[in-house]
T-cell receptor, first 115, second 114 residues
Framework: EAGVTQFPSHSVIEKGQTVTLRCDPI?????LYWYRRVMGKEIKFLLHFVKESKQDESGMPNNRFLAERTGGTYSTLKVQPAELEDSGVYFC?????????????FGPGTRLTVL | AQSVTQLGSHVSVSEGALVLLRCNYS??????LFWYVQYPNQGLQLLLKYTSAATLVKGINGFEAEFKKSETSFHLTKPSAHMSDAAEYFC????????????FGKGTTLSVSS
């Protein structure tokens, strides 16, 4: 069974540009989460989808970040325009809707560098 | 509100020595607790989880952790370190239901010397 995949693995952009990160969850996982780790800080929750609906987006830092999950399968996270403080590693995770343990399976992350 | 504190951002041990990585949590509801590991250039991998069953939880690669409610702790241990255990370890807490956000500690980097 394929795990959570993320694309790209690395992205280097200039301040003011736009970047789109993609996450493909494990097949059949209705829960999809985005997290971010800024250098030297803890991994922080950004938002949570249940199928195509945003269940919780309390962690989104500002309106420069837009997440979508069309059709309830893969998800994209767009940053527009990117700022220096957006640099970090963006993780995607997925889990079963009826999972009893809240175990979340993580992807390898996308390392975003904003110059 | 929930939070996690990992004591020690770096821990160094010798090969064969006991590994002890400390995690204390704060939660206003019964928690689920997790330890994840991140090897260099890889994603987060679940080591073990506590979900209100047995308080002593055994995970992969010989790791285990004990949930101590009175101490609000969930320390990770391994009796004998291997070189391959060198990685970053994250403790996380969530509420005791599926589909809720994980709250992570800042991580502890484990170094193992020969």
């Amino acid at each position: 069974e394929a795990g959570v995949t993320q694309f790209p693995s690395h992205s280097v952009i200039e301040k003011g540009q736009t970047v789109t990160l993609r996450c493909d969850p494990i097949s059949g996982h209705d829960n999809l989460y985005w997290y971010r780790r800024v250098m030297g800080k803890e991994i922080k929750f950004l938002l949570h989808f249940v199928k195509e609906s945003k269940q919780d987006e309390s962690g989104m830092p500002n309106n420069r970040f837009l997440a979508e999950r069309t059709g309830g399968t893969y998800s994209t996270l767009k940053v527009q325009p990117a700022e220096l403080e957006d640099s970090g590693v963006y993780f995607c995770a997925s889990s079963q809707l009826a999972g009893v343990s809240n175990e979340q399976f993580f992807g390898p992350g996308t390392r975003l560098t904003v110059l | 509100a929930q939070s996690v504190t990992q004591l020690g951002s770096h821990v160094s041990v010798s090969e064969g020595a006991l590994v002890l990585l400390r995690c204390n949590y704060s939660s206003s509801v019964p928690p689920y607790l997790f330890w994840y590991v991140q090897y260099p250039n890889q994603g987060l991998q679940l080591l073990l989880k506590y979900t209100s069953a047995a308080t002593l939880v055994k995970g992969i690669n010989g790791f285990e952790a004990e949930f101590k409610k009175s101490e609000t702790s969930f320390h990770l241990t391994k009796p004998s370190a291997h070189m391959s255990d060198a990685a970053e370890y994250f403790c996380a807490v969530s509420s005791n239901q599926a589909g809720t956000a994980l709250i992570f500690g800042k991580g502890t980097t484990l170094s193992v010397s020969s």
